[in-house]
C-alpha cells in the first residue's frame, strides 16, 4: 500500500524552483529519518537529500548543495525539498521515503528505505 504522497512536481524554465511536499495519510514518520531521491530514464534511483527525525542533520548530494533545501514538519507529518536554480539534468521523478532514524546521522541510501512513495514528475527545460 502506499506510504506516502508526493506532490508539487511539474514543468519548470532552468533557473527556476519548485517546492516538493511527501505527505502520511495513514500513518506517522516523526520518528524516521527521510529523504528524497530521484530517479531519470535508464538511470539508477539515486540520493538527493535526506533529514533526521528532529531535523537536525541535513545531508545532501553534491550535485544539488546549495541549491536544494531539505525540511519537515513532524506535526504535519511531511517532508518538503525547495529545489531553487533547477537545471535540466535535475530532470526526473523525485521519490520520498522514510527509514529507521538509526540512519539519520548520515545520507540515506535506496536500501534504508522502508516506504516509499510513488513519486512526482519534474521536469526542467532550457
Known amino acids: 500500500q ?41 538511470k539508477e534511483r539515486e540520493f538527493v537529500a535526506s533529514i533526521s527525525s528532529m531535523g537536525s542533520n541535513k545531508y545532501y548530494a553534491d550535485f544539488v548543495k546549495g541549491r536544494f533545501t531539505i525540511s519537515r514538519d513532524n506535526a504535519k507529518n511531511t517532508v518538503y525539498l525547495q529545489m531553487n536554480s533547477l537545471k535540466p539534468e535535475d530532470t526526473a521523478v523525485y521519490y520520498c521515503g522514510a527509514g529507521p532514524d ?3 546521522t548520515r545520507r540515506l541510501s535506496v536500501a534504508d528505505i522502508g ?12
Open 2 to 42: 502506499v506510504q506516502l504522497v508526493e506532490s508539487g512536481g511539474g514543468l519548470v524554465q532552468a533557473g527556476g524552483s519548485l517546492r516538493l511536499s511527501c505527505v502520511a495519510p495513514g500513518r506517522t514518520f516523526s520518528g524516521y529519518a527521510r529523504g528524497w531521491f530521484r530517479q531519470a530514464p535508464g
Open 102 to 104: 538509526a540512519y539519520g
Open 115 to 126: 516506504y516509499w512513495g510513488q513519486g512526482t514528475q519534474v521536469t526542467v527545460s532550457s
